[in-house]
């Protein structure tokens, strides 16, 4: 039973980096990847993405996470393959043609969004969302108040994932067809939806944040935390890596 | 000791006050029960002891509730809950962590409880409602009663003079709300704690509490000892509180001039006194 | 006729949740499935209306196995009342709700208008109303109501008195039984054994994903060793009825020894003690009728 982006517990050498390590060496990852077109470069960003995911016995979690990018990347894919009439000419269309430089494009966009967001989502698997926001605001001082408010609204995001199923499967027993029929179809049964979890939206974050209150949240200050999150070895080794493949990635695009 | 005088209070967006002329005092170390049928004002008067009434929701509040003499109105949420621990009714969204020593730490890092009286604190709260086991635990892992009791632990780490609970049981099974009034009732008797709870396992509070209050449409229609209050059977039935059924069945005999004993409040004490009545 | 046939299920396909359940619902039965929370009985009614399919197994809806009926089709049969009415409600009005079920088997005609218009006079509510203004029980009655006025020949109710006070819990209770009598079957989870004692008339108990007791239901809760195993306590009641003989021999062989319900309790006690006064009225007439007998000498001359 383990849901979306929730944290799932472990004792690998990414469970055990500095949370602030893990972030920032998903967004440079992120950044090299958007940064150069090079599709081998991209592939082997995939092929390290996918070996830190094994690294951590992450891989079922992330193989969903990449069919769903996947999805989303093929629109995207598509749409460029449309509108970009660049290389050889290979397919007439109407306002222009595919060309094979299009393919290459559409390829790149698919292996690029992939590669991209494993880092970003694993770190939210290997990383308890409290020790994020704590590390956030022992090691880069970031108020508490912009930390919490992040780690709460990512913290709610099962609760609500787990609310929308309770709300379709009861939907479900009064004999709404969600399994039948195209995606228009099973949005437009879903708009109905958002009524009751809106309202338990609204209610569950307003007891939360009175909850939180009533638990001295507006105390807490940056000597707070009672863990520490020091910088290791291991740490500014990562961090290197992250800016080696940053670097990498620029000289790629440059030359 | 709680002490509440002539509380009225009325939410802004309704036309009517919820609690009406509520006066009640509640010693220390007592074991309080709240029950009352739905919208009688149970819920609001649990918020009006840990401050939530009237810090955090706009509306017309006359005279004055005092926690150990500090009167709620003048004392900031805060401070309040320093003295007051709550457990919501919605647990899941009290929860601020996905780890149970997380939770647990929450509440303690922002009072700066000194660090090296954390680790004391955390396992002293874990045992107390016997989930040690639990602590390297994921919360959503957990079972309802489970959840339930790191609600409590959590709160239990921060020391409260007064624990308020909003229907801790509702979402549970009869083996496992017996055991959370088992635990509760075990820590706040070692700790002089004084528990106020709102429930409507009726049962249940007529073995566990040493003061029973009946709230009816914002006012106190009974409040006593079980065994007083549970004499007026037929009058809680009829505003929507049903006694245990052996207390039911030795009112019945009582007035039926076969039992002349004290109110039986379980089915021990009722099968002892009717034992008697054979006798 | 609901039935289980060696029902193996779980919601991953690696945790089993049911270990083999073989059971049998008669049409126009009240079955009660008791057990501790995790017993897997959330997870039964789910299989009952095809929420969930089994992994092993089958679950046959009047014959027809619930793998091979449309979500329309299951939910024609079975009506299900969730524990959370807020799940369920999703219109602007009490009027809408109600109609919402029909709509959603694609049966939205005059018919269905005339349906609604008459449980929304049955059940007192006011059509125009907002679901999400109501108060929790009224809102528990609404969603009982969405479900009645479809009236599914079968209808399954978690926990329907969970979170509702004494008064709002009559009520609800009033009108599943009023269903029932009306023929309808009705399968329901519930951890108020009180409850369970007014109104069941068969009980399921569960443990750890198996079915470790069924039967008529005073025979089921009286049977005071398989309910300690699922850890669940008998009714009141029936808890004395069963202790009073073991503490007092009296009441051994008295109708004490066999009441379930409080009227039968209250009876048998005053039975008892009558026939205990009866016994003393008769023991201290023999003792009067032995005085003169005793102390009658022929006295001398």
Not at chain 1, 213 to 230: I, M
Not at chain 2, 150 to 166: E, G, H, N, T
Not at chain 3, 158 to 165: A, R, V
Not at chain 3, 175 to 199: K, P
Request: aromatic share 6%.
């Amino acid at each position: 039973m383990d849901g979306f982006l929730e944290y799932v517990p472990g004792n690998s050498f990414l469970h055990r980096l500095n949370p602030v390590t893990k972030i920032a060496f998903a967004i440079m990852f992120a950044i090299a990847c958007f940064c150069t077109g090079n599709l081998v470069f991209l592939c082997l960003m995939l092929a390290l993405g996918l070996a830190l995911a094994a690294s951590c016995s992450m891989m079922r979690q992330t193989l969903g996470l990449m069919r769903a990018v996947l999805a989303f990347s093929l629109v995207l894919a598509v749409l460029l393959l449309l509108t970009t009439p660049k290389g050889d000419l290979l397919v007439e269309l109407p306002w222009g043609y595919i060309g094979s430089d299009s393919i290459l494009a559409a390829v790149v966009t698919v292996i690029r969004l992939e590669a991209a967001a494993i880092p970003l989502f694993l770190t939210f698997y290997v990383t308890k969302m409290t020790d994020l926001s704590n590390s956030f605001v022992k090691v880069l001082h970031v108020p508490y108040r912009y930390a919490f408010t992040f780690a709460s609204t990512v913290h709610f995001i099962p609760v609500f994932m787990n609310d929308m199923r309770g709300i379709m499967e009861a939907q479900t027993a009064r004999g709404v067809e969600f399994d039948q029929g195209g995606m228009v179809r099973k949005i437009r049964l879903m708009v109905p939806l958002c009524v009751p979890l809106l309202i338990s939206s609204v209610r569950k974050t307003n007891s939360s944040a009175i909850a939180a209150e009533v638990r001295g949240f507006n105390l807490r200050t940056r000597e707070s935390g009672y863990k520490r999150y020091p910088m290791t070895g291991a740490d500014w080794a990562v961090i290197a890596l992250g800016v080696v493949v940053l670097a990498a990635a620029i000289a790629l695009s440059l030359l | 000791m709680i002490e509440i005088e002539d509380l009225t209070f009325q939410y802004r967006e309704s036309d009517a006050p919820v609690i009406e002329d509520m006066s009640l005092s509640i010693p220390s170390g007592a074991f309080a029960g709240i029950i009352g049928a739905a919208g009688s004002g149970k819920s609001t008067l649990t918020y009006a002891l840990n401050g939530i009434v009237p810090h955090c929701y706009p509306g017309d509040f006359y005279g004055s509730v005092r926690i150990d003499g500090n009167d709620t109105c003048d004392t900031t949420l805060t401070d309040l809950s320093q003295m007051v621990g709550s457990v919501c009714q919605d647990i899941d969204s009290q929860f601020v962590s996905a780890v149970v020593e997380d939770e647990m730490l929450y509440g303690l890092e922002n009072y700066g409880v000194p660090h090296d009286q954390i680790e004391g604190r955390v396992q002293e709260a874990l045992e107390a409602m016997g989930i040690a086991d639990l602590r390297q635990r994921l919360i959503a892992s957990l079972s309802g009663g489970q959840k339930q009791k790191v609600a409590i632990a959590s709160i239990l780490a921060m020391r409260p003079s007064v624990l308020v609970l909003d229907e801790p049981t509702a979402e549970l099974d009869p083996a496992s709300s017996r055991n959370v009034f088992a635990l509760l009732s075990h820590y706040a008797e070692a700790h002089g704690t004084t528990v106020v709870v709102v429930e409507q396992k009726i049962a249940l509070l007529s073995e566990f509490t040493d003061l029973l209050v009946v709230v009816e449409a914002g006012r106190i229609r009974f409040a006593g000892a079980p065994e007083e209050v549970l004499a007026h059977s037929e009058e809680l039935l009829e505003i929507g509180v049903n006694c245990p059924r052996c207390t039911t069945l030795m009112n019945r005999l009582a007035a039926g001039g076969l039992y002349a004993g004290p109110v039986c409040t379980d089915v021990p004490s009722a099968c002892r006194a009717l034992c008697e009545v054979a006798a | 006729m609901i039935e289980f046939l060696d029902v193996h299920a779980s919601y991953d396909g690696t945790t089993p949740i049911l270990k083999g359940i073989d059971l049998t619902i008669e049409d126009g039965e009240f079955v009660a499935f008791v057990g501790t929370n995790g017993a897997g009985k959330s997870t039964a009614m789910r299989l009952v209306n095809g929420l969930l399919k089994p992994d092993r197994g089958a679950v046959l809806i009047d014959g027809v196995p619930t793998t091979q009926l449309k979500t329309s089709e299951l939910a024609r049969r079975v009506g299900f009342l969730f524990q959370n009415p807020d799940r369920q409600i999703c219109s602007s009005t009490v009027r809408d709700e109600l109609l919402f079920g029909f709509q959603a088997v694609g049966r939205l005609d005059d018919e269905a208008r005339r349906r609604v218009d008459q449980i929304i006079e049955e059940f007192r509510f006011d059509g125009d109303a907002d679901p999400f203004l109501l108060n929790r029980g009224t809102r528990q009655l609404l969603a009982l109501a969405s479900i009645v006025v479809l009236a599914p020949p079968v209808v399954v109710l978690d926990e329907p008195t969970t979170g509702l006070d004494f008064c709002e819990c009559v009520k609800v209770m009033g009108i599943i039984s009023q269903l029932h009598r009306a023929g309808t079957t009705v399968i329901m989870v519930c951890h108020d054994m009180e409850v369970v004692a007014d109104f069941a008339e068969r009980v399921v108990v569960m443990t750890d994903g198996r079915v470790v007791d069924q039967g008529p239901t005073f025979d089921v809760l009286r049977n005071r060793k398989t309910l300690d195993e699922a850890d669940l306590v008998p009714p009141q009641m029936v808890d004395v009825s069963l202790l009073l003989p073991v503490m007092e021999p009296r009441f051994a062989g008295t109708s004490v020894a066999t009441a379930n319900t409080l009227a039968e309790m209250q009876a048998a006690i005053e039975d008892v003690a009558a026939g205990g006064a009866a016994a003393m009225a008769a023991s201290e007439k023999d003792a009067l009728d032995d005085v003169p007998f005793q102390g009658s000498e022929r006295k001398e001359r």
